[in-house]
């Protein structure tokens, strides 16, 4: 089981849809990242949220961490074919960086 | 600034043998860790070193180790290489431990 469990698995809509992924833990953290990686490259940072109940956003990506620290969601609005790619929530654990096994995301024009 | 490098970008290599993958991180990046990734056990933490010391260890073999220089360039090492070791390798950089990680490329490691 993994420590972070990120649903759906696949998810594969047509541009200008709306959608959400979820990032759930039973463990708390202090912090929570989300990545997006493209086939062939490494993962880069969308966002860092530190408070719970904090909600940030990067144009039309909306990022919210739970009240409890324990779970956190990516909202994506009127999707695009290049936010097609692997989204990865992490968090620090007992010293070392978890990440969940990603949601695969793809965006059809 | 420059972003993290990895060298190199693919590699073949036979069962038995090892390997040595390298890091170049973020200029003034002192935390460098290394995953591996692969299909079946995604994104998976190897090691993590903070000027030149280790400083956690994921849950590996002991054929996989690493250093850090002085200069905080990386290096992993995968001796006695398995066919299960054919994976993604990257490497991350980070201004401060278990902080934001800064990815590399990553080396695609096949192991025939």
């Known amino acids: 089981t993994q420590l972070l469990e990120q649903s759906p698995q696949f998810l594969s809509i047509q541009e200008g849809e709306n959608l959400t992924v979820y990032c759930n833990s039973s463990s708390v953290f202090s912090s929570l990242q989300w990545y997006r990686q493209e086939p062939g490259e490494g993962p880069v940072l969308l966002v860092t949220v530190v408070t719970g109940g904090e909600v940030k956003k990067l144009k039309r990506l909306t990022f919210q961490f739970g009240d409890a620290r324990k779970d956190s969601s990516l909202h994506i609005t009127a999707a695009q074919p290049g936010d097609t790619g692997l989204y990865l929530c992490?968090?620090?654990?007992?010293?070392?960086?978890?990440f969940g096994a990603g949601t695969r995301l793809t965006v059809k024009p | 600034k420059a972003g993290v490098t990895q060298t190199p970008r693919y590699l073949i290599k036979t069962r038995g043998q090892q390997v040595t993958l390298s890091c170049s991180p973020i200029s003034g990046h002192r935390s460098v860790s290394w995953y591996q990734q692969t299909p079946g056990q995604g994104l998976q933490f190897l090691f993590e070193y903070f000027s030149e010391t280790q400083r956690n260890k994921g849950n590996f073999p002991g054929r996989f180790s690493g250093r850090q220089f002085s200069n905080s360039r990386s290096e992993m090492n995968v001796s006695t290489l398995e066919l299960g070791d054919s994976a993604l390798y990257l490497c991350?950089?980070?201004?401060?431990?278990?902080?934001?990680?800064?990815f590399g490329p990553g080396t695609r490691l096949t192991v025939t």
């Open positions: 991350a950089s980070s201004p401060r431990v278990q902080y934001e990680q800064y």
């Open positions: 992490a968090g620090e654990y007992n010293n070392d960086m978890r």
